[in-house]
């Protein structure tokens, strides 16, 4: 195989190498921290049909990136066998993060948008060619003495034209051939997404900066990918390239397709996994996450032909099967809006006596309204639904309620009445008379931690939102930099607060001559530094209980001093929730989902509030195809339908 350019092969020699027994210490080691960490972070996290991952041979593990450093991190975590990820050598010259990849044995990969360079000049006009591209005109721009490009020094076919264009976005362009004129440069149309009109790009009369990203060579990259799945090992990958809080796929990059068929061609077999990784709030402390695995599949026999005689035609049609068994284990919608008014028809759809889901059924509930919405999108009556439930969520912002605080109000209401209730808030009042001593201490110690770290999210938040194409508020970022946040401020503030206690002791006693004081003067200190941490861990999980506790003593105070309007939203609350339940019915009711049946199943098992039972499955219906979720009137399966089921209760 062909060497690599000398500086990509200079900036991966530093990689952490080793497969013997120092090297998974370390990696251990660094698993079981950062294992500690996400568990402080997140509330929970569902593992779902692990057992299907291989436990042996090479295996390519592909996960969605929603949420930038924590995606790794909970694959890592999730999966039972040491897994090498692959990762921006942006991200992996870092300090924390870098140093942590490099004990991991991570792989760097030099991406174009890491090494941009200035262009010389301003950008003036933009002609369309119609289905062949289109044409990009300067103004004092030397395209064709361009120099300094890393790893290709010129400008040649595969580098990129990048810039925030006229019409707001800050999209890339593909340079289509070498450029023959210094204000002239022929580009490729994006075949991923609709662009509109490419004269939109440039107003008349504008002058805009660019920048030009290099065409790296990544056989480096891929020779590596190969030797480590030759023996054996497990490669983590993220082919959407960079983190996104878009709530759907964005198109997918071709070197994870370029890997596979590689390794297949050297006759290395080589298993595919597709990991989706589902956030609820992943920017908020304590909130919940959901990590699904796929069935492995390997490369097509006639793809690894096909990549003989024509390698990107074979890459772009495995890239089609790995996008749709991602779409498999994710929830896909159009916009955040979209997702919002979705979710709240599937909790208004969901009987008020179902008080809490798995994480499996929350997940496959949602995904079953975005693919049924999806097929129906098109009718009056859907668009008519959708618009009064969002009018529903815009009149309970404006009366100072969300439709869950709705939920659990009526669920009190309904369940908890007369002396039921007053015995209930007296439960919650108890509780927290006893937690709240357990948890303000905590609170008190870890707060200037926590400070610093909603200050750096904040603040990265900003940064990563201002530099980027496809975030949308770069949510995605919070929880990765709170994490690092916390791990690099945490050890130095216990230190701080024992060195503190060991000054004050010695204060205090200096002038007692005992020896079981002195003894105290070091004692103290050390028990602190060693109780700190799980007295932290301990105090995070009745943090939990209490602010349960609070915030349903919290909703039962607003429905009494605020009557009138919780009575109108609530209401208003039926209203909608009868229009959503029939929609279900007479549109979402074809697949393998019974809805009607599993609402009535909800309400036999939820009566009266009383406590789950164990989860039911409903078994599909035998005149649908095997695999399918929703049919449309053409017959054809437009998803596959989770394995083993999906019952609620």
Known sequence: MPAPSPPVLSLLGNRGEGDGHK????????????????NVYFRSIDILHYESFPSTGPVILIGNHANQFVDGFNLVRATKRPVRMLIAQKSYDKRVVGDVAKLMGNIPVLRPQDRPCN???KLVKIIDEGGAGFTVVGEGCNFTTVSGLFGCDVLVKGCKIKAKW???TRDEFNVREAPTSDNELKLNKPIDKDIGSITAFISPGAKLDFKILPKIDQKIVYNKVIQDLDNGGCIGIFPEGGSHDQGHLIPLKAGVAIMALAAAAEDVPVKLVCAGMTYFHAHRFRSKALI????????????IELNKTDPKKACNQLLIRITKELKMVTTNTTDHRSKKIIQTIRRLYQPNGVKFLTGEEHMQLNKKFVIGFERVRHLPQAEALMGKVGEYIDEGKAGGWKD??????????ETQKNVRLISYCLFHLIQIVILTPIVLPSLILNGPIMAICKYKGKKHQAKALAASSVKVGAFDVIASEV??????????????YTASLAIAMGAVIKDHHSDQLQMYKWLAPILLIVLLVPYGYVSVYCGDQLTFSIKKLLVINRTKIRRKTYHRLRQRRIDVQVECRSFARTYLKEGEWDLQGAEQQCNVFNKGGKSRPQVQHYTQQPQRAAGSEFQGKNGGNEERTSRGGFGIN
Do not use: H
Not at 23 to 38: A, D, E, G, P
């Open 483 to 496: 994490i690092k946040t916390a791990t690099v401020f945490t050890l130095p503030v216990y230190l701080f």
């Open 404 to 413: 869950k605080e709705l939920k659990l109000a009526i669920l009190i209401e």
């Open 23 to 38: 090297f998974w210490m370390q990696y251990n080691f660094v698993r079981s921290l950062m294992t500690f960490n996400i």
């Open 166 to 168: 006229s019409n707001g």
């Open 292 to 303: 699904q695995y796929g069935n492995p599949f390997s490369c097509p026999p006639d793809l």
């Open 119 to 121: 262009g010389k000049g």
